[in-house]
């Protein structure tokens, strides 16, 4: 549900004008709308209709401890990938209770941190790491849950980079392992099997695959009840797709159509639902994008326009250490003036400052024509924006604010130079 909207000729976020913002906080500039974020979440609650289940905010998405609070308030869980986003979300007032950790590759005192703060399981991606799960609970005397990963060689269609559920993926188990693991995992003194998950890639856009992913599992849960192992949970994890293309639509913004097969994640949730409750289990989703994709825009300046060899670059001051999207997956972002001053549309290059030419927001886009000065706003640019960001060229990170109506509230300060000293 995006909260971007001209008024006027003017860009707002809620109630406010996104030129104010640059005017205020500076450039480049994250900015993220905290009605988009609790629509979003509320979405996707009531598509449950009341059906047992935990929704597990992906906090690898966005960190910024401001939002996360936000997220915890509207009662939803965390899921986390590392000890730092662990802190983070134990500190945002997420329940211990609520939280799930995942990802391949857990160091031992990540582990041990987790335990001693008793979150409700580990999604486990490996024997080996279920042996050392089970050994570093029974030496804390502690129970951990947990919950296998499995792999379910299912094709998403989205970019190989964020592709998960594939057999050539390092993610999870064979779920042809399942009874196997689990059976052998029944014997291990400190491990309580809770279910079993997965997480088939990210920014899926085909109802086909979720469906295909929530057959298996069903499957899945049939053969280890057949084998006497308990489940009690499914999380299906995340990656529900969102718009990308065309949110924003104006007499003199050029076309860009939708991307065809895009749902709302409401929507993704009520296709795999009738086929998970089948199972009989309570179900765990783990939506990122989907919560703060589209409640974001990355706000940046046009420095300098050139043509060249018939050309056109239009060179801002954002730059792939502030959004890497577009430079590793090729992503699409739609961007707009916050100001619609001008009628003339051309096709351009909207590129960063870093030394690479791969550091580019758009490739041969049509735009409103943009002099030096101009605000941009790269739309939803919520999730997986400021957290890839990074310190290249050692650029100093942008601030983020948080609008609610005409109240704003900066929620991360822009790095200074003495950071790069630290
Ligand atoms: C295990 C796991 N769960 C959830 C997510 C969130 O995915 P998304 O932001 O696409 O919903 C990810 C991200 O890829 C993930 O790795």
């Not at 609070?69 to 986003?85: F, H, T």
């Not at 469906?211 to 489940?231: D, M």
């Not at 290059?349 to 101009?374: M, N, T």
Request: glycine content about 8%; proline content about 4%.
């Amino acid at each position: 549900m995006t909260s971007f909207r001209y008024q006027n000729h003017e860009l707002y976020c809620e109630d406010t004008r996104l030129a104010d913002l640059i005017a205020t906080f500076g450039s480049p500039l994250y900015v993220y709308s905290r009605k988009a974020i609790i629509e979003n979440c509320s979405a996707i609650e009531a598509a449950f209709e009341g059906h047992p289940h935990r929704t597990t905010y992906a906090v690898k998405a966005n960190a910024n401890v401001h939002l996360l609070r936000l997220i915890a308030e509207q009662d939803l869980g965390a899921d986390v990938g590392s000890k730092g986003e662990l802190f983070l979300a134990l500190n945002a007032g997420f329940s211990p209770d609520s939280i799930s950790f995942s990802g391949v590759g857990k160091r031992d005192d990540e582990i041990e941190y987790a335990l001693a703060e008793d979150i409700y399981a580990f999604n486990v991606e490996s024997k080996q790491e279920l042996e050392v799960i089970n050994t570093i609970a029974s030496r804390l005397g502690k129970t951990a849950r947990i919950l296998l990963r499995l792999n379910l060689d299912i094709d998403a269609g989205t970019h190989a980079y964020i592709s998960t559920g594939q057999k050539h993926n390092k993610f999870g188990i064979s779920s042809r392992k399942a009874v196997e693991v689990l059976r052998w995992a029944q014997n291990l003194q400190s491990v309580e099997i809770r279910g079993i998950h997965s997480h088939i890639g990210s920014q899926i856009l085909s109802q086909r695959a979720f469906v295909e992913a929530a057959h298996a599992l069903e499957r899945v849960v049939g053969e280890l009840r057949s084998n006497n192992i308990p489940v009690h949970e499914v999380d299906f994890g995340g990656g529900f797709g969102i718009r990308y293309h065309g949110v924003l639509t104006h007499p003199r913004l050029p076309a860009e159509t939708p991307e065809s097969e895009s749902v709302p994640v409401a929507e993704f949730v009520r296709t795999v639902l009738p086929v998970l409750r089948k199972t009989g289990c309570a179900v765990a989703i783990q939506p990122g994008r989907s919560i703060v994709g589209d409640a974001g825009a990355l706000l940046t300046t046009v420095l300098y326009r050139k043509e060249q060899e018939g050309k056109n670059f239009v060179i801002i001051d954002g730059g792939m250490n502030d959004l890497i999207r577009p430079s590793l997956y090729q992503a699409h972002h739609q961007i707009v003036p916050v100001q619609l001053s001008n009628t003339i549309v051309e096709q351009a290059d909207v590129v960063g400052p870093c030394c690479e030419s791969g550091d580019f927001f758009a490739q041969d886009r049509l735009l409103p024509s943009v002099s030096r000065g101009d605000v941009l706003a790269v739309l939803c640019a919520g999730a997986y924006g400021y957290v890839l960001s990074s310190n290249y060229n050692s650029r100093l990170r942008p601030a983020e604010v948080l609008v609610d109506g005409s109240r704003i509230t900066l929620i991360r300060r822009r790095e200074t130079l003495e950071y790069l000293l630290s």
